[in-house]
């Protein structure tokens, strides 16, 4: 089994993310790892939330990477699909998946946009989990209404947020705010594109959309509940990067005040802007708050 890892890293490089143990002391990446908080996270949402036992879910992992998440899911006895863009990765998950047995665990090498509920079925807890923040604005929102086609219990979506929207961005006579982020250089070949194994496959750019558009985004897509996870805690995650988890139901009827059925769920109201020198809590903000502090202070004093 090293001699298959070490011919693989020869191959495709080493494991970049993604640390699973595949014999006592043999581990994918050259290190054993410490915890894993955002793994546990999500297994935890899967664990208490679905409507089945984690062993009786029919899991996707869109944009799997080297396949920790499906694997862990699999290792459960889950059922698992895992969907990636690059051979490099793909081939690192497959390695794990045969060393570790994992008969149920199903991996595929496509692209997550074309996702299909007539080609890949229907799942019980879809995970997509740092892609969205990976796919340009013409396809983020499109996204989200192909990943409820195929979920029909609960999403995790684990992705960075704009924390200041500066571009509108039309969709399906929606308007979501965001902002754009380089993936790649526009003159990247398509070899240097699949070589930069944390980027988009393709696409030269990115659209962050801000929390209050991404919530507005899933709820358009068709997803009636979305709660946002705090715990388990990810120690040391930026303030951009939510845990979301959106579950796929029907909507309500009200009985006690039905006229109020005509309006439908409001909107998630984007957040003020707010000038970056408060927004982050800067020395110049705290030192114009403490001048503001001591002003109101002798005022009350005299």
Not at 144 to 153: D, F, I, M, P, Y
Not at 207 to 236: I, K, M, Y
Not at 270 to 275: D, S
């Amino acid at each position: 089994m090293d001699a298959r890892k070490r011919a693989l890293v020869e191959r495709y490089g080493a494991w970049t993310a993604h640390d699973v143990q595949l014999a006592e002391g043999v581990w994918t990446r050259d290190h054993p790892p410490g915890d894993a908080p955002r793994l546990r996270r999500v297994l935890q949402l899967a664990s208490d939330l679905a409507a089945k036992p984690v062993e009786q879910l029919r899991v996707l992992d869109l944009g799997c990477l080297e396949g920790q998440y499906a694997i862990e899911f699999a290792l459960h006895g889950a059922e698992v699909v895992g969907i990636e863009g690059r051979e490099a990765n793909l081939a690192k998950a497959w390695l794990a998946k045969e060393v570790l047995g994992l008969e149920r665990l199903e991996l595929i090498q496509d692209d997550v946009r074309r996702l299909d509920p007539e080609v890949h079925g229907s799942f019980d807890v879809v995970l997509c989990l740092g892609l969205l923040y990976h796919l340009d604005a013409t396809d983020v929102f499109g996204f989200l209404a192909r990943l409820r086609s195929v979920c029909h219990g609960l999403a995790v979506v684990d992705t960075h947020v704009c924390l200041a929207g500066r571009r509108t961005y039309e969709h399906h006579g929606q308007s979501y705010r965001g902002l754009t982020f380089v993936e790649h250089s526009r003159r990247a070949s398509g070899s240097e594109r699949e070589a930069s194994r944390w980027a988009s496959l393709d696409n030269s750019e990115s659209f962050w959309p801000t929390r209050a558009s991404l919530l507005n985004g899933l709820q358009h897509a068709g997803f009636t509940s979305v709660l946002q996870c705090e715990v388990p805690v990810v120690p040391g995650v930026p303030r951009d990067r939510v845990t979301m988890v959106a579950t796929a139901g029907e909507p309500v009827e009200l009985r006690a005040v039905p006229s109020a059925n005509a309006v439908g769920a409001a909107a998630v109201p984007e957040a003020p802007r707010i000038p970056p020198f408060i927004q982050n809590q800067s020395r110049v903000f705290n030192l114009l708050k403490r001048a503001v502090l001591d002003v109101r202070a002798r005022r009350s004093s005299r």
